[in-house]
């Protein structure tokens, strides 16, 4: 059998797609599209690939699933089996990891807005870390702390100084010898981690040497004001893991490792917030051609209300219903939206004959897709879990109504 789309779960035989073990017509008999389906086995594989690397290089290291990528229950009840802990940004999401077991010293809460109720419960439940994005939190949280006679461990965001980029605390001598005056008015906040994450979809070692720049420029200037932090949290940004396997996995942990050690860069735990790499190609959508158009243009039943671009997946399209014709062909791919911009590729390798009904099967769209997808009125498309021979439907908008938490 052969793979499709680079995924080991994803196969072809005879003109038939299989789908882990099930045969994509067996769906098809018994679903409508649009649909999304998620692989469980790929969601555990590619979670011990990434574990297992990064703990072959890293004595202490330590993972966080960043619920964001992909917050379904179900999705997040596999990885927390695999006893991943939890990157948090907001209440709904932290009451969803604790409902799930989340070990409390496994959560990791924070975001560009804190608000006085998620402080409370992070504080209430003793959540491993807080994550500061700005400095005037420092004071809320202690605030908060103080009331519950806590102190709370601190991980502090530093800009990843990428270009543009506004997330985290931009830092140079002044702010941090202002910051260590505040510190010293702050008893009961300790400053633990440092983080910073780069961006999405880092696919060569110089991002990730970027990034740990940022670590080193900002763990001087604290160590220059006499604030020593433990542990560095490098965030996520892999991609896909179809997009980055095994091997290239392995030599960036490598050189990770390696560029600390090379900027003499002390620490007593890693940590790594991925969310793409675990759920990035365990989704995919099964859609079909509604219409073909002039140029070779073809339009799906779904669009960028549930594949947005603002995801960033690394977007596949097979059509299923030719899968043993050459994808030789370019073809632009345009969504169900009635706007002259929803265009899901330009240009796009595809098959020489294109059908009305044909069932076109997009891969990658594991991640961020449900997270932007927007309320466009359109019905939302059934979800499946698959896991070996079996499947079990794990949302349906008919009796879910919506996969938003709260
Ligand atoms: C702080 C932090 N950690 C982890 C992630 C997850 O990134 P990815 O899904 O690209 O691994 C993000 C994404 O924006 C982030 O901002």
Not at 357 to 364: E, F, M, P, R, S
Not at 374 to 403: A, C, M, V
């Amino acid at each position: 059998m052969k793979n499709i789309s680079g995924n080991p779960f994803l196969k072809k035989e005879s003109g038939k797609i299989f789908i882990d073990k099930v045969p994509l017509d067996e769906i098809l008999n018994k679903f409508k599209t649009p649909l999304m389906i998620f692989l469980e086995n790929r969601i555990r594989a590619n979670i011990r690939t990434f574990t297992d690397i990064f703990r072959s290089e890293f004595e202490n290291f330590h993972c966080f699933y960043s619920f964001k990528a992909n917050y379904l229950s179900e999705i997040c009840k596999i990885v927390h089996s695999e006893g991943i802990g939890a990157e948090i940004i907001g209440l709904p999401e932290l009451k969803l990891a604790l409902k799930l077991g989340f070990p409390s010293n496994k959560i990791i809460v924070g975001g560009p807005y804190l608000s006085k109720e998620l402080i409370e419960s992070s504080i209430k439940n003793k959540v491993k870390e807080v994550v500061l994005y700005n400095l005037s939190d420092l004071k809320k949280i202690n605030l908060v702390a103080k009331k519950f006679d806590y102190i709370q461990d601190i991980c502090i965001r530093v800009n990843s100084q990428k270009y543009n980029s506004k997330l985290g605390i931009k830092l140079d001598e002044k702010k941090v010898a202002i910051f260590k005056e505040t510190l010293r008015n702050c008893k009961n906040v300790n400053i633990k981690t440092i983080l910073s994450h780069h961006s999405s979809q880092m696919n060569n070692f110089r991002q990730f040497r970027d990034n740990i720049e940022a670590i080193t420029y900002n763990l001087r200037l604290f160590s220059g004001v006499g604030i020593s932090i433990d542990n560095i949290n490098l965030g996520g940004g892999f991609p896909e893991a179809t997009v980055m396997p095994y091997k290239q996995l392995r030599i960036i942990a490598n050189e990770i490792k390696l560029e600390l050690k090379r900027l003499g860069i002390k620490y007593n735990n890693i940590f790594f917030e991925p969310g793409r790499y675990f759920i990035g190609d365990t989704g995919l959508f099964i859609s079909k051609i509604v219409k073909v158009s002039e140029n070779r243009w073809i339009f799906l039943n779904i669009g960028n209300h549930i594949c947005p671009k603002f995801a960033k997946c690394s977007l596949r399209f097979y059509n299923a219903s030719q899968i043993n014709e050459p994808h030789k062909v370019k073809t632009s791919i345009a969504g169900i939206i009635p706007t002259d911009q929803d265009v899901l590729a330009k240009d796009y390798f595809f098959t020489d004959n294109l059908n009305e009904g044909d069932k076109v099967l997009v891969t990658n769209t594991g991640a961020y897709c449900l997270t932007f997808s927007n309320r466009f009125p359109y019905s939302l498309p059934k979800i499946l879990l698959i896991n070996d021979n079996g499947y079990k439907q794990i949302f349906d908008p008919k009796i879910d109504g919506d996969f938003s938490i709260n």
